[in-house]
């Protein structure tokens, strides 16, 4: 670390991202005080040369910036807010850093306690697991004050790769890591609707993960991508009509090998919408329409 | 083409596929007759010099193969059986080409009325677009009579430019691609509930496209097939339920934003279930075994 | 019965259901001719002085009336086409009743048979189980030809209790009796999904029991049954806003007691979409208002 | 009201619901001290002889009762904790009577805080609406401690027609009035269903809700509600193999007329799961094996 003299941090969640991040701040030089609410999470760190506190509030006393790393909304409240929160240590102008993914609309109280006290909060969601904790090479995508963040640089340097600014509004990037949580988490249910399927049909399951990965290369995808992002659905590479046929044949097939596909169903379901709202001719993208309806878009 | 005594080719449904992959048999140098409900759109093959029928089963008289790429079940049914099908004119030994997204019922079921017949049924159902037609570049999963299908293979070769053999079961390549497209239409709904939420947060589309597609890219995902396939969720990379934490907190993200996301609702009911059976500490990819347990595996 | 020239009475498929309607057609002093297609079924309706037939064909010749009581679709259409089917055995004028729950566009396939084949098809789906059926308390909706209809009257008194014309659409009363059953299995998923939550809250399930009947036989229900009816959402009795607290509310509980209610997760996200399109201060059953619109109406 | 030395009430929140019942406590000769959050809500109450207050804190100060019925968990938290909350006002043994629908954690929680203060909270959520708060004819649930419960009597008889004990549990009542009202918007949601299905069919608007109240009506509920109670679901009365059959024709008939049915999609699927666990020959009512499967039961 070059000299700075921003250099005393606290950091309150010792899990198992925590405890690694903490490390790498610990070992880039700055001045680091740990608090968890399980007292020995605090030795290994202590070990290495760490302050450690007895409350929140006592471990961001001094600090220029405090870092949590908890596991909900409740909990990063709870350590902020309170006689024994970190807002009732940290000195006007000190800046908390939340790392974990919290509702946006707790992001957004989160600043109107800052602001209150005179102090700041800044948005800084992670990505990536322990493993990329442990190598330093998280990405995290940041937001709040600009001139704010400008200072926290080094700091984002000594626990990963890549910070991305993403302006002053510290909701958006909560939502963003929710989304790409959602987008992870779909794509799980998709394999394991495929899977099973394919298991109870006598399918090969190192073929279907094979198919799996080509339909995920596939450049078709940009094009539905783009489509949706256009809102550009005719003329139909494939027509919704269609789809719907293929849709039902498959909830028919997996029906008889007695498998239920849940997102099929769904799915099912939308595409009658989209048919009684007369976009037979159109792709079969055009379900987002659809969806833009059900969200009074 | 090679010489070979194997050259009568029919070729049923005359649609936005069938037509360029009838061309393409014809530019290849195949005999070739045609049939279609609306004779009018078989003036583009006989001005090529295409013969011409009025039913299928005068279209498939003399023939080695007969090909259809008919909308539905209900359609090949219709061109196969009754007084003016195609099996009606067909000589024992001739072959039939389905080259539709048919139900495996339906492949099961014409498969047994050419055994009955003498002739053959080969499940072929083609991979690509018009465009890939028209070029092509088409895919074939093909299943069948081995041997049946080496007598193809020049025949496939005119139209395709991959073929890839499945075995004898004349179903599967029904399920794989019916599989195929629901895993497509998934990601297209997938999108689609993050294009939406994104638009009703405020967030930028093309920012959330590229996310989207690195989401896709991530080689995260193939450890997750991998898991999925092998049933492996110990430990844990990401626990479910934290996973649960995340899925809760973006459908109240979405609702604060009025944003119905149906996938994501499904999945948190799921996620219900994997923790009512005991499973918070292991991956969130374990809701497989959730969906193996409603498929009664 | 009431000497009548029609007397001549077919029924085909002797199953739960079959048996004791045939047995009260016997005992009403019909001239009955049965098909199975397991012949042993057939016995106890020999014994009892019917004539047993070889086919449906068979079973049908000479007959006014063939009653068919199938399992599905297929072989009620099984039993009707094809060299051995009771068309190829009915003489003209002849009326065939349907008994079984088959699809609308089945009945109306049966419906356009018989007009080429110059005999009457009846739709007449049954209401009631095997003790009504013993009973000959079951309810029939019927339709069709009315004339046609008045030529049974006495047949239909010979099984049923009620049975009330619908109208010469033969569709509507299968599309009726699918409804009903609808609404039934509904109402077994509600409140399995009560009693889940209950047993796993704690609660007892008698009192369960007895709240979900208070709240079926509340007057308030057909208040709501006429509000949908006449589209009638404004002032709320209580506001779609507060419904949708109750619902996440109740979702929330569910999920602390790690049980998933699929229901109210529709409900929540058909709650939402009602919220984007600003009906809030509706009434909460203006949810019907999206069901219209993801119909298309 | 008889003379008795508790007659000191606080009411918070004069909503829709909260108006009327102030009124009536008024009237019934308490000495009422009101809070509302927009003043000009509560000169109909100090028009007829209530107190007026400048926060939950003063409203409460001296009261042997406070009263709540305030619109979610989060107004019932902010209005009982903090510098101007009741707690701060209320006196050792003052009773707090939250009468609003709130999560049972919401309502645990209000249990510990007055624990913790020396006081008592006592569950009553309401059950009716404003002409019934109007007319004094609510019914309410309560849940607390019976002897604090006793003293409230004569305050409970102002404002309901009936008070039923439900035991020491404050948690429970809350869990049951969401389940009733989770009861009452699934009918609303299966009403909405057939009512919509009817109108895509072409069908009498009248007559399918004199259906739906016949079925409502139909002694077989009280059937299904003891299965479900006893688990109890051989012999089937209605096998779940044709349950299937018919759900899925009811699917295919709505799909024909584009209406979509969310709860039969959701039910279907239910189906296939009860068929891949054996349960075909089962009564249809089995379905709640699966949702208590998915429950971990």
Redesign the interface.
């Known amino acids: 670390m070059t000299e700075t003299a921003l250099n005393k941090v606290t950091f309150i969640g010792l899990g198992k991202m925590g405890t690694p991040i903490a490390l790498n701040i610990l070992k880039a030089g700055f001045d680091l005080t740990v608090y968890n609410r399980t007292p020995g999470k605090m030795d290994v760190l202590a070990d290495r040369g760490a302050n450690i506190a007895a409350s929140p509030k006592e471990s961001a006393a001094g600090s220029d910036f405090v870092m949590t790393c908890l ?3 409740q909990s990063v409240l709870d350590n902020t807010s309170g006689e024994d929160g970190l807002l009732a240590g940290l000195k006007p102008g000190g800046v908390h850093i939340g790392t974990a ?5 707790c992001a957004a109280k989160l600043d109107r306690l800052h602001n209150s006290h005179g102090s700041h909060y800044i948005s800084a969601p992670i990505f990536g ?2 493993d990329a904790a442990e190598a330093g090479t998280l990405l995290t995508y940041v937001a709040g004050n600009a001139e704010v963040i400008a200072r926290c640089e080094h700091l984002f340097a000594a626990y990963t790769q890549t910070h991305i600014y993403m302006g002053e509004d510290v ?2 990037v ?3 890591k ?26 090969d ?2 073929f ?2 094979k ?3 080509t ?3 596939h450049p ?3 094009e ?3 489509r ?2 256009t809102g550009d659905f005719e003329p139909a ?2 027509a919704l009509q ?9 909830l ?5 090998v ?13 595409l ?2 989209a ?4 976009m037979e001719n159109k792709d ?2 055009a ?2 329409e ?8």
């Open positions: 596991m909900d909304d993914t919290v509702s946006p609309s697991r322990p909701k958006v909560n939502s963003i929710l989304a790409m949580n959602f987008v992870l988490v779909s794509l799980i249910e998709i394999f394991s609707e495929v899977y099973t399927f394919s298991e109870k049909s006598g399918m399951a190192e279907i993960e198919l799996i990965h339909v995920l290369a078709v995808l940009g539905y991508t783009t949706l992002r590479a494939f269609a789809g719907f046929k293929d849709v039902s044949l498959m028919q097939a997996a029906s008889e007695q498998a239920p596909l849940l997102v099929a169903s769904t799915i099912r379901d939308k009658v919408t048919l009684a709202c007369g079969w993208s379900i987002h659809v969806t833009r309806m059900e969200a009074g878009l």
